[in-house]
C-alpha cells in the first residue's frame, strides 16, 4: 500500500530572472563571510553578474507566455520588459556603487545583498498574477529598501529617510493589505485574471470591490510616488545614499508600475470608464505639483525627488490614454527614465566639494570648466529630463503624449507639455549653474572612479540610443502590453 | 536619389565632431576648422541653388529613408522654392560669423565653435525637414546652442535673457507638438494611413470649424513667437542685447526667418481655411509690429537694441507679405526674409566691430566717426540705406513688392504700414549721423583703427547679395515663383474643398 505524493508543479522558468537575482543574493551572503575583510567590492562584481545573467534570461525568454506556481506567478512579456528596466536600474546603482560606499566610508557587504534582494522583491512584484504575490514582492523590495535608505547611519539625515520611508510605507502596505481583504472579501480570489472575471460579472457595483481598489491605489500611489502620496520623496532621496536614491527613483518605480499596469489591464479593464478620471486627477496634481515645488529647490537630490514626481505624472498620462500605445509609452518612458535618472544621479554622486558629497546646485558652478566632460554628461541628462531631442526623454514624451491624443485627452496632453516648459527652467537652471556661473569658495570637483564613469557611460548611451533609435525598443514595449489586452 | 541634403545638413556636425577631438589648447586649430567646416557647408550648397529647378514647384533634392515606420515616421528631406533660399542663407552667414567670433569671442573657443557648428545642423534641418517629427526633432533641438551662446557668451544680463529666450519658445513649441500628435492621429483616422509625412498629410483636407482653427492657432502661436510678432516680442530684446554678435547674427539673420518660415510650410498648407479667417488678424499685428517696432527704436541709446527692435518692424513686413496669401506679397515676404538676413546680420556684424573698439554700444559714446573710420562707416551708410529700403539695393525690392500685394488686400493697413518705412528711414538715419557725422566728441574715438582684412572679408559678400539683390532680384525671386503660386493654389483650392465639406 504505496501512496504517491504528488508535489504541485514547480516550473522555475517562470521565476527565472527572479530566481537568478535571489540565489545571486544568497550567494553574496556566503561570500560576505569569507575573506579578505574589509574589501568588498567583488560582492558588487558577483551581484553584477548575476543581474547581466538576470537580463539574459530575460532576453532568452523573451516572447514566452507561461504561469506558474497556480497561476499565481506570469512570465509575459510585461514582466520581462519590467525586469529588463530593474536589471538595468540594479546594475547600474552596483556600478555607481562600489566608489561611493568607499569613499563614504561605509563599505560593506550588506548593502550589495540588500540591493539584490531588492532587485528580487521588484522583479517577483512585475511577474506577479495575485495580489498577494504582488504584496509579497512589494514588502522584499520595500524591506530592503528602507534598510539602504539608512545606510550611511551616521548621518542624521539618513536615519529620518530610513525611518519616515518604513513609517509612511508600513501605512502604505497596511491600506494595500486591507484592499486585497477587500477584494477577496467582494470576488472570492486574489487572483487577478479571476478578480477581472468577476469585475466582468457584475461584481463592479459591489461597494467592498470599489473601496479594495481604492485602497490598492493608495498603495500603489505611495509606491511609485504620486500626488497625494507623495509627503516622503523628497527627504527620502535626500537623506538615502545617492545610489540607493538612484535605485528607489528607478527601480522601484518600473516595478510597481509594471504590477500596477497588469491590475488595471487584466482586471480592472470594465471598469476602465471609472477609474480613467481618477488616474486623470492624479496625473495632472503629480505632473503640477512636482514641477512647481521642484522650482523652488536648491539641493539636486530634493529637486530631482520633486521632477521624479512630475515624471510619474508625465507616466500616469500614459496609464489614462490606456490601449497599446497608451501602456507601451509608460513601459518605454519607464526605460528612458531609468537611463537618464540613474545617469543624472549618477553624475552627481561623483561630485565632491572639500571632501564632502555636494548637492547643492551652486556646487555646480563652473563644473563645465573644470570637468566638462561629466558637465557635458549632466547637462544631457538635464535635457532628456526636460524633454529636449535628441534625447529620449523627448521620444518617450512624444509616445506618451501621443498617446494621451489620440485617446482623445487632449487636454490633459496640453497640461503635460505646459509643465514640460515650466520643467525647463529648473533643470536648466543646473545647465546656467555648471556652464555660466563660477565657484564660490573651494570649488567642488568630480571624484575619478572608473566604474561609476562606466555607469555613466552606459546611461548615456542609452539616452542617446532611445532617442535616436527608439523604434525597436518600443515596439518591444507595446508587444509587452498589447497580449494583455485580447 | 543624391544625398546633397543630408551633406550640407550634416557636414556642421561633422566638423563639431572633430573640433570636439582637438585638444583644447590648439585654439588656432579650432578655430580654422570650425571655419572651413561651415565653407564647406557652403560650397556644398552651392550646387542646390545652381541645380535648382525653378520651373516647377515639387521638393528637389529629396531623400527618405524609413526611420520609424510603424508609427510613419521617416527621414524625408527635400527643398523648393520656399526653403532653398534660406537654406543657402543659412550656410551663406555661417562663415561670416565664425569670422566675426575670431577675436570677440574671448573664452571656451572650443565649445564655442561645437555648438554654433551644431546650431548650423539644427537650424538647416528645420529647412529641409519634410517629415513633421524630423521637423520638430530639429526645431527643438536647435534651441540648445542657441541657449548655451546667449548664456555662456553673452553680456552682463545674459542668464535672464537666456532662460527667457528659451522658456518663450519652449511654450509656443510643445503646444505646437500636440497640434502635430492631433493632425497625426485626425489624418490617421480619416485615411486610414499613420503618417508624419508632410507631402502625403499636406494632399488631406484637415475639417473645417474650429477644430482646424485650433490647430493653426497651436502652431501659428509656435511661430509668432519666433518671429517674433507683436506682442510675442518681449524675449528678442534681451536676447539681442545679451547675445554676442555672432549670437545676434544668426539670431536675427536665421533664427528669426523659422517663424515665418513655419508660416509658409505648415500653417497655409495645412490649415487653409482657418489662414485665411486669421489673416486680417495676422495683417492687424503685423502692421502693429511695424510700427511699434519703429517707433521703439527710434528712442534707443543701444545701437544693438535700436537694431534689435528694428527686426520687430521688418519681420513684420515679412508677415504681412506671407499673409496677403497673392503672389507679389508672398514672394516679397520670402525675398525679404534673405534681405533682412543679409542686412541686419551685416548691422550686428558692424555693431560689434564698433563695440570690439569701444567696447561700448551707446550711441551717445560715438560721433564723428567718418573722420576717423570712413572705409567702416561707407560700408556702415550701404548696409543702412539696405534696411531702409533705398531703390537699387535689396531692402527696396521685398518692401516694394510686399506693400504691393498688402495693397490689394487692405488699402488703409497698407497705407499705414507704409509710413514703417518712413520711420525706419527716421530711426535708421537719425542713429547713424548721431554715430558716424559731426565732430569727434570723445577723445577715445580719435585713434580707433579702420576695417582689418578679416572685417572686409566678413563685409564684402554681403554687399555683393545686398547690391545683387537690389539691382537684379530675378536671379533670387525667380526660384521662388513656382512654389508660391502652386502654394496659393492650394491653399484656395483646399480652403474651397473645406468650406464644400462643411456646406454638405
Known amino acids: ?486 | 536619389m543624391s544625398s546633397v541634403l543630408s551633406a550640407v545638413t550634416f557636414v556642421p556636425a561633422l566638423g563639431a565632431l572633430a573640433v570636439f577631438l582637438l585638444p583644447r589648447r590648439a585654439e588656432g586649430l579650432v578655430k580654422v576648422t570650425a571655419f572651413l567646416t561651415s565653407v564647406v557647408a557652403f560650397v556644398a550648397s552651392v550646387p542646390l541653388f545652381t541645380g535648382f529647378n525653378a520651373s516647377t514647384p515639387d521638393y528637389q533634392f529629396v531623400e527618405q529613408h524609413a526611420w520609424m515606420p510603424t508609427l510613419g515616421i521617416s527621414y524625408h528631406l527635400g527643398v523648393d522654392g520656399i526653403s532653398l533660399l534660406l537654406v543657402l542663407l543659412t550656410t551663406f552667414l555661417m562663415p561670416l560669423t565664425l569670422l566675426a567670433s575670431w577675436h570677440s569671442v574671448e573664452r571656451r573657443w572650443k565649445e564655442f565653435a561645437i555648438t554654433m557648428l551644431l546650431l548650423e545642423t539644427g537650424m538647416l534641418g528645420v529647412f529641409v525637414a519634410l517629415d513633421l517629427f524630423l521637423f520638430y526633432i530639429f526645431w527643438e533641438a536647435m534651441l540648445i546652442p542657441m541657449y548655451l551662446i546667449i548664456g555662456i557668451w553673452g553680456g552682463p544680463n545674459r542668464v535672464y535673457a537666456a532662460i527667457k529666450f528659451i522658456l518663450y519658445t519652449l511654450v509656443g513649441s510643445l503646444l505646437m507638438l500636440v497640434a502635430i500628435l492631433a493632425l497625426y492621429f485626425q489624418h490617421g483616422a480619416a485615411t486610414g494611413v499613420h503618417t508624419f509625412d508632410l507631402p502625403i498629410v499636406a494632399r488631406w483636407v484637415v475639417p473645417g470649424g474650429l477644430g482646424q482653427s485650433l490647430l493653426f492657432l497651436a502652431f501659428a502661436l509656435a511661430f509668432a513667437i519666433k518671429v517674433p510678432m507683436w506682442p510675442f516680442h518681449t524675449w528678442l530684446p534681451d536676447a539681442h542685447v545679451e547675445a554676442p554678435t555672432p549670437g545676434s547674427v544668426i539670431l536675427a539673420g536665421v533664427l528669426l526667418k523659422m517663424g515665418t518660415y513655419g508660416f509658409l510650410r505648415f500653417c497655409m498648407p495645412l490649415f487653409p481655411q482657418a489662414s485665411l479667417a486669421f489673416a486680417p488678424w495676422m495683417f492687424t499685428l503685423a502692421v502693429i509690429g511695424i510700427l511699434y517696432g519703429a517707433w521703439v527704436s527710434t528712442v534707443q541709446a543701444d545701437i544693438k537694441k535700436l537694431v534689435a527692435y528694428s527686426s520687430v518692424s521688418h519681420l513684420g513686413f515679412v508677415v504681412l507679405g506671407l499673409f496677403t496669401l497673392n503672389q507679389q506679397g508672398m514672394v516679397g515676404g520670402i525675398i525679404q526674409m534673405i534681405n533682412h538676413g543679409l542686412s541686419t546680420g551685416a548691422l550686428f556684424l558692424i555693431v560689434g566691430m564698433l563695440y570690439e573698439r569701444r567696447h561700448t554700444r551707446l550711441i551717445a559714446d560715438f560721433g564723428g566717426l567718418w573722420k576717423v573710420v570712413p572705409a567702416l562707416s561707407a560700408i556702415f551708410l550701404i548696409v543702412t540705406f539696405s534696411s531702409i529700403g533705398l531703390p537699387g539695393l535689396n531692402g527696396f525690392v521685398g518692401e516694394f513688392l510686399i506693400l504691393v500685394g498688402a495693397f490689394q488686400v487692405s488699402r488703409p493697413l497698407a497705407v499705414v504700414a507704409t509710413s514703417g518705412i518712413i520711420f525706419a528711414a527716421v530711426y535708421m538715419l537719425w542713429m547713424y549721423q548721431r554715430v558716424i557725422f559731426g565732430e569727434v566728441t570723445r577723445e577715445e574715438n580719435r585713434r580707433l583703427t579702420d576695417l582689418s582684412v578679416r572685417e572686409w572679408a566678413m563685409l564684402v559678400p554681403v554687399l555683393v547679395f545686398i547690391v545683387w539683390i537690389g539691382v537684379y532680384p530675378v536671379s533670387f525671386t525667380g526660384k521662388t515663383e513656382a512654389s508660391v503660386s502652386a502654394l496659393i493654389t492650394q491653399v484656395q483650392t483646399k480652403a474651397a474643398a473645406t468650406v464644400a465639406a462643411v456646406g454638405q
Open chain 1, 1 to 486: 500500500m504505496t501512496e504517491t505524493i504528488t508535489l504541485p508543479a514547480v516550473s522555475l522558468r517562470v521565476i527565472a530572472p527572479a530566481a537568478v537575482l535571489a540565489v545571486t543574493g544568497f550567494v553574496l551572503m556566503l561570500l560576505d563571510l569569507l575573506p579578505p575583510r574589509g574589501r568588498r567590492e567583488h560582492l558588487a562584481f558577483v551581484g553584477l553578474a548575476g543581474v547581466v545573467v538576470a537580463l539574459v534570461a530575460a532576453v532568452l525568454l523573451w516572447g514566452s507566455e507561461a504561469t506558474g506556481f497556480q497561476g499565481m506567478a506570469v512570465l509575459d512579456n510585461l514582466t520581462l520588459f519590467a525586469t529588463l528596466v530593474i536589471g538595468y536600474s540594479t546594475g547600474l546603482v552596483l556600478l555607481l556603487s562600489i566608489d561611493y560606499l568607499k569613499r563614504r566610508g561605509m563599505e560593506s557587504g550588506e548593502y550589495y545583498i540588500l540591493v539584490l534582494f531588492a532587485a528580487t522583491g521588484m522583479v517577483i512584484m512585475a511577474g506577479a498574477n495575485d495580489l498577494i504575490v504582488v504584496f509579497l514582492g512589494l514588502e522584499t523590495m520595500s524591506l530592503a529598501l528602507y534598510v539602504l535608505a539608512g545606510f550611511f547611519r551616521t548621518r542624521i539625515e539618513a536615519g529620518e529617510a530610513s525611518m519616515k520611508y518604513f513609517l509612511l510605507g508600513a501605512f502604505a502596505s497596511g491600506f494595500f493589505l486591507y484592499g486585497i481583504a477587500l477584494i477577496y472579501g467582494a470576488t472570492g480570489s486574489t487572483n487577478l485574471n479571476k478578480i477581472g472575471a468577476a469585475v466582468t460579472a457584475g461584481a463592479s457595483r459591489d461597494p467592498l470591490l470599489l473601496i479594495g481598489f481604492a485602497l490598492l491605489l493608495v498603495g500603489f500611489g505611495f509606491k511609485i510616488s504620486a500626488v497625494p502620496f507623495h509627503m516622503w520623496t523628497a527627504d527620502v532621496y535626500e537623506g538615502a545614499p545617492t545610489s540607493v536614491t538612484a535605485f528607489i527613483a528607478t527601480g522601484s518605480k518600473a516595478a510597481a508600475f509594471a504590477a500596477l499596469l497588469r491590475l488595471l489591464l487584466v482586471s480592472l479593464r470594465p471598469l476602465q470608464g471609472e477609474w480613467v478620471w481618477l488616474f486623470w486627477v492624479l496625473a495632472v496634481l503629480s505632473m503640477t505639483l512636482g514641477n512647481l515645488v521642484a522650482i523652488a529647490q536648491q539641493n539636486l537630490k530634493r529637486m530631482l525627488a520633486y521632477s521624479s514626481i512630475a515624471h510619474v505624472g508625465y507616466m500616469l498620462v500614459g496609464v489614462v490614454a490606456g490601449g497599446g500605445l497608451g501602456g507601451g509609452s509608460v513601459l518605454f518612458y519607464l526605460l528612458v527614465y531609468t537611463f537618464t535618472t540613474a545617469g543624472a544621479f549618477g553624475v552627481i554622486l561623483l561630485l565632491e566639494r572639500g571632501g564632502d558629497e555636494a548637492v547643492q546646485i551652486g556646487d555646480t558652478a563652473g563644473l563645465a570648466t573644470r570637468h566638462p566632460l561629466a558637465a557635458l554628461a549632466l547637462a544631457i541628462f538635464l535635457l532628456s529630463l526636460v524633454g529636449i531631442p535628441p534625447t529620449a526623454g523627448f521620444v518617450g514624451k512624444f509616445y506618451l503624449f501621443g498617446a494621451a491624443v489620440r485617446s482623445g485627452y487632449l487636454w490633459l496632453a496640453v497640461i503635460g507639455v505646459l509643465n514640460s516648459a515650466a520643467a525647463a527652467y529648473y533643470y536648466l537652471r543646473v545647465i546656467v549653474s555648471m556652464y555660466m556661473r563660477e565657484p564660490e569658495g573651494t570649488p567642488a570637483v568630480i571624484v575619478p572612479s572608473f566604474a561609476g564613469a562606466l555607469a555613466v557611460v552606459v546611461a548615456l548611451w542609452g539616452v542617446i540610443q532611445l532617442g535616436i533609435f527608439p523604434a525597436p525598443l518600443f515596439d518591444l514595449a507595446q508587444s509587452a502590453v498589447l497580449p494583455l489586452l485580447r
